[in-house]
């Protein structure tokens, strides 16, 4: 093989190596973060992913003396995937039976997309799962709150 073949050979995989590294610097560049106070303590947890959904249902039913009872039930739930358990977080909120108050933050490192704050009050667990594999690991948690405010708008 003779030098100049050897040389493009090398800047081709130079090249390339490049572009992989990059992509996944890509992969990373969204930073999503939930934070909850406990106490006199933040905490600060790195999530993967987060979801958010609310719902509102008409309740019409009897009630035990036997009038109609009539009236509207909102939900706020949000569902937050991550990478690792995050054992403070977990401890905090077994802790604190009345809620957390708290925020789930998206911050893109280049700009390119829109910051997201998702604000919420007097929230718990409403269910967990961790799964645990020999090369991958993932928590899952659905929180269900009193009040959700999505990047300043409340939503009721």
Do not use: H, W
Request: with cysteine; proline share 2%.
């Amino acid at each position: 093989m003779n030098t100049k073949n050897l040389t493009l050979l090398i800047i081709a995989f130079c090249f390339l190596t490049g572009l992989s590294f990059s992509q996944q610097l890509e992969d990373k560049r969204v930073k999503i973060e939930i934070t909850v106070k406990d106490g006199n303590k933040t905490i600060i947890a790195p999530v993967r992913t987060a979801t958010f959904s609310f719902t509102t249902s008409i309740n019409n039913g009897t009630s035990t003396d036997g009038t109609e009872k009539k009236g509207q039930t909102k939900n706020y739930y949000l569902s937050i995937d991550f990478e690792k358990p995050n054992i403070a977080l977990l401890k905090a909120f077994m802790a604190n039976k009345n809620g957390l108050d708290g925020q789930i933050t998206m911050v893109d490192s280049y700009g390119k997309m829109p910051s997201r704050k998702l604000e919420f009050t007097k929230a718990n667990i409403d269910s967990l799962s961790d799964q645990i594999t020999a090369d991958y690991t993932s928590t899952y948690m659905s929180i269900i709150c009193a009040t959700l405010i999505i990047d300043g708008v409340n939503i009721e």
